[in-house]
């Protein structure tokens, strides 16, 4: 009964601090731009750059490219990619994307190398597309039949617009100027414009109660509960409440709780974007540039959402809450089983395996990035740990290779997508590619000489490719 009850906490405690730390100024806004996708934007202009019948050297690094400038984590991406490959995109360059946002955004690297060293960065960052492409590649082969289907099925919505309206692409620009505005660690979103503080006596004592609450320990990835993050969380649950009234028949017109549901989003959004701290007898609150960003960005979408035909914005929020209701219940079950088998889980174990470069050390540590999922860039501190406590590097890259991609809870939810095969074969081949990654750069570091390391990289993208021209002499056979 007491690993029990320890397990629940630790469920309980990570969904808490998920909650409130993350699903607010990153999830919400690409729920929303996964909406305007899905409903503003022309079947034809995804599929131009990104489609089935887009050419390999175009739909591919263009997918990789968008990827690299998004600073999102893998729960964040799912619903973009559910946005572009319901619009049309093929699934090969939709999983590129996928793959590639998380673990190969700029931010990303940028922190990599400043933490880790360049030496870090820049074999993440040759992987990561390399790789990227070729495990899109191959999902397009595999799957080459259920990408046709779906290109025949895919949602014609809008489809017969020749280009995509103003307000549709004010409206997506100034979607992603939120997303960037809350997401970004730089500055001048840092930097402090003024504070004041608010008489309170009791923020102070509920911050103590809520670390007693919930595990707060930076150097493991433990984030705990802020008092902003539990403030964040009501307005959460006030969210749902209200959006199902409002959201759930929106197509038919708009009623009092759709705007209650916008209202208490944007408010949310709005405190996320403080800094709330508490202090003896009072607590201070901080007006930064993310603040001020996050609140012009807001602006920006209701002039430009005021200006779309009552059709387009309502087919707009109701894609955009359809997306809500298929991800999200997903996500709160993965990231609550996710916190209770970090209870089991203790970080000496991996080190303790993943001291040397071994298949088995790389896949420990492709295994520790599934089940042990830190939100975006919390990973790299995680690994500088790892590292200082004796982790090989082959391994560590590894884990920063797989962890952006397969935590369990992004797993669930890109099942709901693209179906359980699909995502197995994904989950498959991420690991795969990751482990192969690990030895590769642990074996460089090693002192392994650039001959055999080729040779054996060779190897492997000729054993890579024998199966590519495999499954696709099997794909021409079967459409002969």
Known sequence: MELLLKLINGGAGSLAAYLAAHVLLCLLPAFFIAGAMAALIPKASITRWLGRHAPARVSYPAAAL??????????????????????????????????????????????????????????????????????????????WQDDLAHDAQ?????????????????????????????????????????????????????????????????????????????????????????????????TEGANRWTWIALGLTTTTLLVAALRLT??????????????????????????????????????????????????????????????????LIRPEWIESLAGSNSVL??????????????????????????LDLGMHPGPLLAYLMADPELSLQSMLMVAAIVGRIKTAAYVGLVASFSIVAGLLYGAWVDGTDWLHLAGGLLAWLAAVTALYMLISRQRRRIAN
Not at 361 to 386: D, I, K, Q, S, W
């Open 361 to 386: 050390a790389n896949a420990v540590a492709v295994g520790f990035g599934v089940f042990m999922y830190f939100p975006t860039l919390v990973e790299v501190p995680v690994a500088r740990m790892f």
């Open 154 to 250: 895919s949602d014609a919505l809008f489809a017969e617009q020749a280009s995509v309206s103003g307000p549709a692409l004010g409206l997506l620009l100034a979607l992603l100027a939120l997303l960037i505005a809350g997401t970004l660690r730089l500055w001048p979103l840092t930097t402090e414009l003024f504070s004041i503080d608010v008489p309170l006596a009791w923020a102070q004592a509920w911050q103590a109660t809520l670390f007693s609450w919930v595990p707060f320990d930076p150097a493991r990835g433990e984030e705990g509960v802020s008092f902003q993050g539990s403030l964040l969380i009501v307005l959460l649950l006030l969210i749902a409440a209200t959006a199902r009234r409002g959201l759930d028949n929106i």
């Open 278 to 343: 508490p202090a003896p007898g009072v607590l201070t609150i901080t007006l930064t540039g993310r603040a001020l960003g996050v609140a012009l960005s807001l602006l920006a979408v209701w002039q430009f959402a005021r200006r779309l035909p009552a059709d387009d914005w309502r087919a707009w929020l109701w894609e955009a809450w359809r997306f809500v209701k298929q991800i999200f219940v997903l996500l709160v079950v993965g990231v609550f089983i996710v916190g209770m088998l970090r209870q």
């Open 66 to 143: 968008a990827g690299s400038l998004i600073a999102v984590c893998s729960c964040t991406v799912v619903p973009l990619f559910a946005g572009i490959y319901r619009k049309g995109a093929g699934i090969g360059p939709a999983i590129t994307f996928l793959f590639f946002a998380p673990a190969g955004n700029i931010l990303a690297l940028a922190y990599t190398g400043n933490i880790l060293g360049a030496d870090f960065a820049i074999a993440r960052l040759l992987l990561c597309l390399l790789f990227g492409i070729g495990i899109g590649l191959l999902m397009a082969t595999i799957f």
